[in-house]
Structure formats: structure tokens, C-alpha cells
């Protein structure tokens, strides 16, 4: 990993095409599903929690985003499309305390918080919507998907450090 002071300046160039790969790999994760009362959990947030350990929050918090509405998109907006924003939202929230925490705290602590805002605090807001059973109906499979997500993100991160390549480094 590299430190704050050996940190060289990433071209606008690289971080772009970056950002591309990292939407482009959320796209096809989003097709990869984990079978839910909702069908919109999906291995689409697996990239920006290797964006948001190894590189910049900003790039993590656009990939979680768009990320969700590919998820989304490809299962037909069942909650609709305004609902599906609330959720977008979500995941950015989600990505960003576990970045924010893994670079700033402690790794794992980002690990539990991105789960469990993922999974748990995320579908609290729609319970007003939607009701308690929608909530309880859905938190397996939430749990199941933020684990996966977050997991292959720590491990993609992990080896983009250790091979230099991460941006920001975890602790």
C-alpha cells in the first residue's frame, strides 16, 4: 500500500477508464442475482466496495449508484422507478461509510458498518412505504448479498494493494 506522502497523482485519463471498468463490472454483476422477494439484490455493488476500498469516494459513490439501477433496471423496476432512486441513494450511503471507515478507522469496521447499512438501515427506510413484512420478507437475502458484495470488494481491494495498484489505503 502506499502512504499519503508516496501517493502520486493519478491522471484524469486512467481515473476515468477506471471508473468505466468499474461501471462496466457493475453492469454485469447486476445480471448475476441472489434470489430475493424484490429480485434486486445482486452482485451490482461488489464493484463499488472495490472502489470505495482502493480508490476514491467519489468513484465509489457514482458505481454504487448506477450499480442499483442496472440491478433494477434488468428486473423491471418492481418497486418503481422513484423507489429505485431512494434505493440508489442507499447504496451510495452504504459504500460510503464502509470507505470512509475501512480508510479513515479500521477496515472491518467498515466491513460491518457497509453490511449492515446495506442490508439493514437501507430497507428501514422503505418500511413506510412498504410495511414491516416487506422489511422482514426481505433481510435474509439482503444480508446474504451485502456479505457477498462486500466481501468480493475486500478481497479485490486487498489484492489491488498489495500489488500497489489501490489508491487510498485501508487500515
Not at 486512467?14 to 453492469?27: E, F, K, M, N, Q
Not at 423491471?76 to 479513515?104: K, N, Q, Y
Amino acid at each position: 500500500m502506499t502512504t499519503a506522502t508516496t501517493r502520486r497523482p493519478v491522471a484524469p485519463a486512467v481515473r476515468i477508464a477506471r471508473v468505466a471498468i468499474l461501471i462496466a463490472l457493475s453492469a454485469v454483476g447486476a445480471l448475476i442475482k441472489i434470489p430475493s422477494p424484490v429480485g434486486t439484490v445482486a452482485f451490482d455493488a461488489a464493484p463499488a466496495f472495490v472502489a470505495a476500498f482502493a480508490f476514491t469516494m467519489p468513484e465509489a459513490a457514482l458505481v454504487a449508484f448506477l450499480g442499483h439501477l442496472f440491478t433494477a433496471a434488468t428486473s423491471g423496476f418492481p418497486l418503481t422507478v422513484p423507489v429505485h432512486l431512494i434505493v440508489a441513494a442507499m447504496m451510495v450511503v452504504a459504500v460510503l461509510a464502509g470507505g470512509w471507515l475501512a480508510s479513515r478507522v479500521n477496515l472491518w469496521l467498515g466491513v460491518v458498518v457497509a453490511v449492515v447499512v446495506n442490508a439493514v438501515v437501507a430497507p428501514l427506510v422503505l418500511v413506510p412505504m412498504f410495511g414491516w413484512g416487506f422489511f422482514i420478507g426481505s433481510l435474509v437475502a439482503l444480508l446474504v448479498g451485502a456479505v457477498a458484495n462486500v466481501a468480493v470488494g475486500v478481497i479485490v481491494a486487498r489484492a489491488l494493494a498489495a500489488a500497489g495498484l489501490a489508491e487510498t489505503p485501508t487500515k
